[in-house]
């Protein structure tokens, strides 16, 4: 799906802003069929459970719903009209007047719907959102929903971050022609100095097309006629981690000398390739630095914005992150295009986190069933899984940061019935896009002995909490058991290896000369025995702490106001550790360090 943009040919209108919002009901309501009641209003891009204060609101669980008033420009007679939603937390359902236009499963990608027979340009109508929160053992992520005593319902879930819903990224109107582009994929490759460009483009009906590559300063490189073709370009300029180059390709649909459709589309050209322990891009070893991450900022929830999305990308720039993960959903578009445009590399996610129920089982929550059977994660669960992979390679396809497609965040890899889960998943990966490399992160209790599924991909993510979760306080022993964990996976596969998460919770300011859990300097002692076994193991070529940030979680009494594993706190301010690691990552670079050598 191509992001909707102004060219020559299309119109685009942002619809953020306020709009009126109500609660439904548990039987279900229909609001669209008038104004809504009520003095309600929610802020759109913005998860709308912080926003209030009454805890119903926030604690809800089932459908709210936005509505505002929507003019057409008068202008946009003859052209087709859509509405796009980037995203739904967690389904959503959009009305235009009383007319359902569009409905969609998956909170984290994004959704549309042709109006152009139910409005007429320069006139207004009633634009209805409803989104759902609901999670049930067939949605990704998971989740179950239980019934009090006294007749509330709650939802429960197996990801350990709060479970915000509502519009949390933009919603636009925009116009396109009749005959248009509809898709574009990009493929890039390079023949010694030559940059090869391979593009397929889909039209909504048969037309003549032309494509053109332009460089950063506009001026044409290459060109050629076709719905199909490759394009190539002498002494190319790559796209590389912390120097981006962008080209622009610009696809026409020609009537004669009539431009009839025009979109224009940031291409980076650029390789990657796993070769033996080794991760290339460019030919060249790459060494993740960086984080997992989360879309999660005070009052606005997941809701997306600008201005933390810039401070955060300095922020990593100051501590000479080269790489984040997208955990454990797809981040909003304006992220990954940041991301291109400063030379960030992305492991891009999907919303599969919590297929597991081994975990609630293993700390004694009381579910002792089995992850993968027809009562819990079962076919439909696959189904809806295998979709949010389609929606999120169609759309992040084309991006140059994304160098990865992660399958999965701590599913019950030991557990029967993984594999015949999972094979079916990373062959449709690998089918949708055979460029990059497909990885999935491991929980702690999976071994090399007992993981079921760590074979099937190209590079193995670890979720480590050696000296937090196990042997916490005793740094020494945690050192021994890491290393020897991480010798026998390089060495039972052979594979590339990412640290995918490790991190201890840290509240800020918290002091102690002891190695005392929580104080900031445990955090950083605890980050640096990681960092001396990872440079002694030779398959290590990256680590993603946990996390960027503090951030909101469920309650819990393990939770002290969220997780404190960020070396940021929530409001963006450095913990001792990010010290530590700004010196670290700042003199590594995208080098792998070598363990320095013990004196003879």
């Given at each position: 799906?191509?992001?909707?943009?102004?060219?020559?040919?299309?119109?685009?209108?942002?619809?953020?802003?306020?709009?009126?919002?109500?609660?439904?009901?548990?039987?279900?309501?229909?609001?669209?069929?008038?104004?809504?009641?009520?003095?309600?209003?929610?802020?759109?891009p913005?998860?709308?459970?912080?926003?209030f204060?009454?805890?119903?609101?926030?604690?809800?669980?089932?459908?709210?719903?936005?509505?505002?008033?929507?003019?057409?420009?008068?202008?946009?007679?003859?052209?087709?009209?859509?509405?796009?939603?980037?995203?739904?937390?967690?389904?959503?359902?959009?009305?235009?007047?009383?007319?359902?236009?569009?409905?969609?499963?998956?909170?984290?990608?994004?959704?549309?719907?042709?109006?152009?027979?139910?409005?007429?340009?320069?006139?207004?109508?009633?634009?209805?959102?409803?989104?759902?929160?609901?999670?049930?053992?067939?949605?990704?992520?998971?989740?179950?929903i239980?019934?009090?005593?006294?007749?509330?319902r709650q939802?429960?879930?197996?990801?350990?971050?709060?479970?915000?819903?509502?519009?949390?990224?933009?919603?636009?109107?925009?116009?396109?022609?009749?005959?248009?582009?509809?898709?574009?994929?990009?493929?890039?490759?390079?023949?010694?100095?030559?940059?090869?460009?391979?593009?397929?483009?889909?039209?909504t009906?048969?037309?003549?097309?032309?494509?053109?590559?332009?460089?950063?300063?506009?001026?044409?490189?290459?060109?050629?006629?076709?719905?199909?073709?490759?394009?190539?370009?002498?002494?190319?300029?790559?796209?590389?981690?912390?120097?981006?180059?962008?080209?622009?390709l610009?696809?026409?649909?020609?009537?004669?000398?009539?431009v009839?459709?025009?979109?224009?589309?940031?291409?980076?050209?650029r390789?990657?390739?796993?070769?033996?322990?080794?991760?290339?891009?460019?030919?060249?070893?790459?060494?993740?630095?960086?984080?997992?991450?989360?879309?999660?900022?005070?009052?606005?929830?997941?809701?997306?914005?600008?201005?933390?999305?810039?401070?955060?990308?300095?922020?990593?720039?100051?501590?000479?992150?080269?790489?984040?993960?997208?955990?454990?959903?797809?981040?909003?578009?304006?992220?990954?295009?940041f991301?291109?445009?400063?030379?960030?590399?992305?492991?891009?996610?999907?919303?599969?986190?919590?297929?597991?129920?081994?975990?609630?089982?293993?700390?004694?929550?009381?579910?002792?069933?089995?992850?993968?059977?027809?009562?819990?994660?079962?076919?439909?669960?696959?189904?809806?899984?295998?979709?949010?992979?389609?929606?999120?390679?169609?759309?992040?396809?084309?991006?140059?940061?994304?160098?990865?497609?992660?399958?999965?965040?701590?599913?019950?890899?030991?557990?029967?019935?993984?594999?015949?889960?999972?094979?079916?998943?990373?062959?449709?990966?690998?089918?949708?896009?055979?460029?990059?490399?497909?990885?999935?992160?491991?929980?702690?209790?999976?071994?090399?002995?007992?993981?079921?599924?760590?074979?099937?991909?190209?590079?193995?993510?670890?979720?480590?909490?050696?000296?937090?979760?196990?042997?916490?306080?005793?740094l020494?022993?945690?050192?021994?058991?890491?290393?020897?964990?991480?010798?026998?996976?390089?060495?039972?596969?052979?594979?590339p290896?990412?640290?995918?998460?490790?991190?201890?919770?840290?509240?800020?300011?918290?002091?102690?000369?002891?190695?005392?859990?929580?104080?900031?300097?445990?955090?950083?002692?605890?980050?640096?025995?990681?960092?001396?076994?990872?440079?002694?193991?030779?398959a290590?070529?990256?680590?993603?702490?946990?996390?960027?940030?503090?951030?909101?979680?469920?309650?819990?009494?393990?939770?002290?106001?969220?997780?404190?594993?960020?070396?940021?706190t929530?409001?963006?301010?450095?913990?001792?550790?990010?010290?530590?690691?700004?010196?670290?990552?700042?003199?590594?670079?995208?080098t792998?360090?070598?363990?320095?050598?013990?004196?003879?």
């Amino acid at each position: 799906m191509l992001k909707p943009t102004a060219t020559a040919t299309r119109e685009l209108v942002s619809l953020d802003g306020l709009w009126r919002f109500a609660v439904g009901t548990a039987a279900g309501d229909q609001p669209w069929l008038g104004p809504f009641d009520g003095t309600l209003e929610a802020a759109v891009p913005a998860s709308y459970n912080d926003l209030f204060v009454d805890p119903a609101i926030r604690d809800h669980v089932g459908w709210v719903w936005y509505q505002r008033t929507v003019r057409v420009p008068r202008g946009w007679a003859g052209e087709r009209i859509l509405v796009r939603v980037d995203a739904a937390t967690h389904a959503g359902k959009v009305y235009a007047d009383d007319r359902l236009v569009a409905e969609h499963s998956g909170g984290y990608t994004p959704f549309e719907a042709d109006i152009t027979d139910v409005v007429a340009a320069g006139d207004e109508f009633r634009l209805t959102i409803g989104v759902s929160n609901e999670l049930t053992n067939t949605t990704i992520p998971p989740g179950t929903i239980t019934v009090t005593p006294d007749g509330r319902r709650q939802q429960k879930y197996l990801h350990d971050f709060y479970n915000y819903s509502g519009l949390a990224r933009s919603v636009w109107l925009y116009s396109v022609p009749p005959v248009r582009v509809s898709d574009i994929a990009v493929v890039t490759d390079v023949d010694g100095r030559t940059g090869v460009i391979d593009y397929t483009v889909t039209t909504t009906a048969p037309a003549s097309v032309r494509v053109s590559l332009r460089d950063a300063a506009g001026d044409e490189v290459a060109a050629g006629p076709g719905e199909r073709g490759s394009l190539r370009v002498p002494q190319v300029t790559l796209w590389q981690p912390g120097r981006a180059y962008l080209y622009e390709l610009v696809v026409e649909i020609h009537d004669g000398d009539t431009v009839l459709d025009q979109y224009r589309l940031p291409v980076g050209v650029r390789t990657v390739e796993v070769r033996g322990t080794q991760f290339l891009i460019n030919g060249e070893p790459f060494y993740f630095t960086g984080f997992g991450k989360h879309e999660d900022t005070a009052v606005r929830g997941k809701g997306h914005d600008n201005a933390y999305l810039v401070h955060d990308f300095q922020l990593m720039d100051w501590i000479g992150a080269n790489s984040f993960r997208t955990s454990h959903y797809p981040y909003a578009e304006e992220v990954m295009d940041f991301a291109d445009r400063h030379g960030i590399v992305v492991i891009d996610e999907t919303a599969a986190v919590g297929l597991n129920l081994f975990i609630e089982g293993g700390i004694g929550r009381g579910d002792k069933r089995p992850t993968f059977s027809p009562e819990t994660m079962n076919d439909e669960t696959r189904n809806a899984h295998a979709q949010a992979l389609r929606e999120l390679i169609a759309r992040d396809k084309n991006h140059p940061s994304v160098v990865m497609w992660c399958v999965s965040n701590e599913p019950s890899s030991i557990e029967e019935g993984a594999r015949e889960y999972f094979a079916p998943l990373v062959a449709l990966t690998r089918e949708l896009d055979p460029t990059r490399p497909v990885t999935y992160a491991s929980f702690m209790f999976a071994t090399p002995g007992n993981d079921r599924i760590a074979d099937l991909f190209d590079v193995l993510g670890l979720n480590r909490y050696h000296g937090w979760y196990m042997a916490n306080g005793d740094l020494a022993t945690a050192e021994a058991d890491l290393e020897a964990e991480l010798t026998a996976w390089a060495a039972a596969h052979g594979k590339p290896i990412i640290m995918s998460e490790y991190g201890a919770d840290t509240m800020p300011g918290l002091h102690s000369v002891w190695d005392i859990p929580w104080t900031e300097e445990y955090q950083t002692a605890f980050l640096e025995m990681h960092h001396r076994v990872f440079d002694r193991i030779e398959a290590m070529v990256g680590e993603h702490v946990w996390n960027f940030a503090d951030f909101r979680t469920s309650n819990g009494i393990h939770r002290v106001d969220g997780n404190k594993k960020g070396v940021f706190t929530r409001d963006r301010l450095p913990k001792a550790a990010a010290h530590m690691l700004r010196r670290r990552w700042r003199q590594i670079g995208s080098t792998k360090p070598q363990a320095p050598r013990s004196r003879a």
